[in-house]
């Protein structure tokens, strides 16, 4: 998806603007480092864990926000560490945004609700939900494009946070689950985590983000549950993105012990009965 390299922020909001627009060979070989050094002293998952891992990645020519020179880096690095790069979406005349058949924006266009809806050079509607859903988890099933026979459920995201409060971690008291039918009868279920971008919680626009990302049609017809986290505005946090330049003052935001990282694993690990590996 679209995303700047990891932790390309250090803890500083200028770097987190500078890291959006391009990365250089020589920041991107000390974003390496420091990736390499964590997963020696265990604050994050073994860097084996990405070899052959697939990834999809997406940026449009128009995006002003995260330029596709970052996008490019964060492809080398993930290459780097021999994981598996399979697609990467950079054809399109796109602003900043998520990508999806039901998007409420123009794919040129960077505007609230930030759901771009574009097409491909045979002019036909882009799915790529599709592709990146086909590769994660096999051969799919037609999707449902009539009414979904799963239901969005509210989530009390309280429980998750450490202390009961998930206020306290600029996230919202409530996320969202979708849940399949076949899922909500005790069916065993794929699950997919999806984050929302800064201005997409539910705080900025209502349940756009959950219904018109294109994953629930996909997900109801395929057995997949989904789980869609809420982080909300704070004062080191105007447009309710997740942590990822050090905004709640938590210098391990980037690693296990991250506030909102434990609270989102816990979140995983209850959907999946207890295990969050190999989750999407």
Known sequence: MRASGYYCAEDDLFKAVNCSLKTSKKYLA????????????????PLQNLRNEPIYLCSGRRDATVHQAAVNALRSYYGDFGADVFQYDNQFAAGHGWESPYGPAQ???????????????????YDSEQVWLSRFLGNLQPKNEATLNGAVLPLNQNEFASGGGAAGISMAGTGYVFVPQICASG???????????????????????????????????????????????????????????????????????????KALYKMVARASGGSATRVR
Request: charged share 10%; glycine share 10%.
């Open 107 to 125: 794919c040129n266009l960077t505007q609230s609700p930030f759901i771009n809806l574009c097409y491909d050079s045979s002019h036909r509607v």
């Open 30 to 45: 000390n974003l390496e480092k420091i990736t390499t050094s964590w997963a020696g002293k265990g604050l994050i998952d």
């Open 187 to 261: 069916a065993a279920c794929g699950l997919v985590l999806a984050l929302h971008g800064c201005a997409q919680g539910d705080h900025a626009i209502g349940k756009t983000f959950i219904n018109d990302a294109g994953i629930n049609q996909w997900a109801d017809s395929n057995n997949i549950v989904v789980l869609y986290p809420q982080a909300v505005a704070s004062p080191s946090n105007l447009f309710g993105c997740w942590d990822w330049w050090g905004y709640l003052g938590d210098s391990a935001y980037a690693q296990k012990n991250g506030q909102q990282i």
